[in-house]
């Protein structure tokens, strides 16, 4: 088993944030188990370092969900 810190992910990006799409359960799955924990690793880091979030109701959670849905 490689690092995980040295695995190249630089080229995976995935579509959907809420959801994921067919297109993107395919790219998860095409990936290696370093890749996917790299990826894991990569996008938590990401969002504890990204700042604070905008306070919002579950409501608002709910309706943005739903409308991305429909642009699927």
Known sequence: ?????????SGIKFTSTVFPTPEDMKLWESLTYEQRKAV??????????????????????????????KNE
């Open 40 to 69: 894991e690793i990569r996008d938590v880091k990401e969002g504890q370092f990204s700042g604070l979030a905008e306070p919002c109701t579950m409501a608002d959670i709910i309706t943005e969900a739903k409308a991305e849905m």
């Open 1 to 9: 088993m490689s690092d995980i810190e040295t695995v190249d992910i």
